[in-house]
């Protein structure tokens, strides 16, 4: 038995043998197949031990990740950001409750400090007496889906807020904010271009608070400063890794703000023919700006960029029709001032012809021809007041047609009112000082100017027109320094400082003060005229600037002499100084306040502090409304 028994036990040894030999080679080939699986999977494979200790990670995870096999194995990769660690334990506590955990999404650091969004799959890994020896994780890397959806989202709410926001500075500080979740920055700003000037400044400003939004919106620079100019000027996505060593990053802004900027990015905005500003957005949450930041702000410019245009377009057109309506009424009031005017003289004119009647009566020389001359005369000056009268009440309907009425009035007046004179007397005299005092108000001049020190100058000037307010219960004070000479005319300074003077004791009340200071700023001499008095509206100081001026309504003068308060006078005084300005090189800028307590042009102050309500000393009303009058002059 034994020696037939002993050649099936070496055949069987030799099956054994055999058969091992092919397990062998299958476990091989199952390796390497396994092997070049993993090598050639697109997605990061990552193997661990249960203490975490890295077993294999496939060439995917290094590409990804950027850590190698050889720089990890054996050791922990600490790749789990901080406010993920309590969701990482709730998912491998998930693993190990279902043996499983599939598409559980969450995010990573890559070793260069990238953060990117994962889902993760993954299985826990068994030992031969079948206990969990490590897990396997394989980690899809979503980043880009990701930021397309959240891109997407984003891209729809800026789209359908484009139709919700009728105001641009509420459009814009919208779109800022699902920026700084888009990117995930700290700050997000949007900057416009402000082409007059060839400046850049900040319209939205979405950084910490709104405090930090008022710091930023104070700022104005040059469009060829700094990262945003220079990516406005070249019109070309900008990344700034360390603004700190930045060679023409703009300190202004953070010495003038709340902002440290560690790193930013900035596109243009384009619209196809032109660049109309600046997106920018720094100190990224995680990681450092990339392409992908670019491609997604650029993304959003291209949605923005018409509608921000539109929008500003929009605004630009209700200012102007803003603007419009308010020089409507300036005109209004400035027409129904002109035929206050107008009714003035007529009326002193009447007056004196029906006394002229009278005297030649008293002196028994009645002449037929004379009496004829003097009911022509006055019917057609009762003409004129009837005329001027319905132009008053077509104002009060506010119909705007009674400006070309006026005009036509004016003319026709003045023609003939020259004709009556010259055809019904003889008395050539009274022609020619009619001629003489319209060219006096309205012809050219022949003046030349001088040298003129203003300090001398001032101090005789205002001696010259104290007697004029010497009645009003007003302080004046004065400070004046010496200077050098300046060269205008005299009768232009005469212009000059008797307007901003009498403007000042017009709008102050009794018991107010004046302020009059002559001072050298930068070399050049500055005159400074300061009220405590009730102030400019914005309405009407934008007026002042833009070359209309409105005086005060007709019915507030009607009784009232220069100087008076709110006399209002013809009005011009600012407008007038404003034109020669440009003619003889001045600067001239208006610095007012209007008084709290009657916020609007209707709104009336009683004259005087001590019947002011509001005031218990006059010190009240000086801290609550005033207006400074800058004038300064160059030297040649």
């Given amino acids: 038995m034994k020696s037939a028994d002993n050649p099936s036990a070496l055949q069987n040894a030799q099956k054994a043998e055999k058969s091992a030999r ?16 993993l090598k050639f999977l697109p997605d990061p494979v990552f193997a661990f031990t249960l203490d975490k200790k890295v077993e294999y990670i496939n060439p995917a995870f290094e590409r990804v990740f950027g850590w190698t096999l050889k720089e990890v194995k054996g050791k922990n990769i600490k790749f789990i950001p901080d406010h993920l660690i309590a969701q990482a334990k709730k998912g491998m506590k998930q693993l190990f409750e279902n043996q499983s955990i599939h598409e559980f999404e969450t995010q990573r650091y890559t070793k260069d400090g990238r953060i990117l969004d994962i889902s993760i799959d993954g299985s826990i890994l068994y030992d031969e007496q079948n206990k969990p020896a490590g897990q396997v994780l394989i980690l899809r890397n ?8 959240k891109s997407n989202q984003i891209l729809f709410r800026i789209s359908r807020a484009l139709h919700q926001y009728l ?11 699902e920026i700084q979740k888009l990117i995930s920055v700290e700050g997000a700003f949007i900057l416009l271009a402000d082409k007059s000037k060839d400046q850049l400044y900040f319209f939205s400003a979405q950084y910490r608070n709104a405090e930090s939004e008022k710091k930023f919106k104070k700022i104005r620079f040059s469009a060829d400063q700094g990262v945003s100019g220079r990516v406005y000027k070249t019109g070309e996505p900008l990344i700034i890794l360390d603004a700190a060593n930045c060679p023409f990053f703009l300190r202004r802004v953070e010495d003038e703000t709340d902002l440290v900027t560690k790193n930013m990015l900035s596109v243009p905005i384009k619209l196809k023919d032109r660049i109309i500003g600046v997106i920018s957005v720094t100190n990224k949450s995680h990681g450092e700006f990339d392409n992908t930041d670019v491609e997604l702000l650029s993304m959003v410019t291209n949605t923005i960029a018409l509608p921000i245009e539109n929008t500003r377009i929009h605004e630009e057109l209700k200012r102007s029709y803003k603007e419009l309506k308010t020089l409507n009424r300036a005109k209004d009031n400035v027409i129904n001032h002109l035929a206050h005017e107008l009714k003035t003289p007529v009326s002193v004119l009447g007056a004196s012809m029906k006394l002229l009647s009278k005297k030649l009566k008293a002196a028994g020389l009645q002449d037929p021809l004379i009496e004829k001359i003097l009911t022509r ?32 009035l004016l003319d026709a007046c003045k023609d003939e009112l020259n004709i009556l004179i010259e055809s019904e007397t003889d008395n050539i005299d009274i022609i020619k000082r009619v001629h003489d005092a319209i060219e006096n108000l309205f012809g050219p001049k022949k003046i030349q100017s001088k ?54 004791f017009e709008y102050t009340p009794d018991a107010g003060q004046i302020d009059i200071v002559l001072k050298n700023t930068g070399n050049d001499p500055e005159l ?25 309504d007709s019915i507030d003068y009607s009784t009232k002499k220069p100087y008076d308060f709110n006399a209002g006078g013809r009005g011009f005084d ?15 800028w208006i610095d007012s306040n209007r008084c709290g307590v009657i916020p609007k042009d209707n709104d009336i102050c009683p004259g005087d502090i001590h019947l002011c309500r509001a005031c218990k000393t006059p010190n009240d009303c000086f801290a609550s409304g005033g207006t400074s009058i800058h004038i300064k002059f160059p030297v040649t």
């Fill in 22 to 37: 092919k397990l062998y080679q299958k476990s091989r080939l199952a390796q390497k197949r396994l092997h070049t699986l």
């Fill in 142 to 149: 979503i980043t880009t889906e990701k930021r397309m959806e």
């Fill in 167 to 177: 105001e641009l500075g509420d459009l814009i500080a919208f779109i800022n904010k």
């Fill in 377 to 408: 005369g006055q019917r057609n000056l009762n003409r004129i007041l009837d005329i001027q009268y319905e132009v008053e009440d077509l104002l009060r309907k506010k119909d705007f047609k009674a400006y070309h009425i006026l005009n036509r």
């Fill in 451 to 504: 040298y003129l020190l203003l300090n001398e100058y001032l101090i005789n000037r205002i001696d010259q027109l104290r007697p004029e307010f010497q009645h009003r219960n007003c302080v004046l004070n004065t400070r004046i320094d010496k200077n050098i000479p300046v060269f205008i005319p005299p009768e232009i300074l005469d212009i000059i400082t008797k307007g901003i003077i009498r403007n000042a």
């Fill in 528 to 552: 400074i005229v300061t009220d405590s008095g009730i102030g400019f509206t914005r309405e009407k100081l934008h007026l002042i600037f833009e070359n209309y001026f409105t005086p005060p």
């Fill in 574 to 588: 600012l407008l007038r100084i404003k034109i020669f300005s440009e003619k003889y090189h001045f600067k001239i």
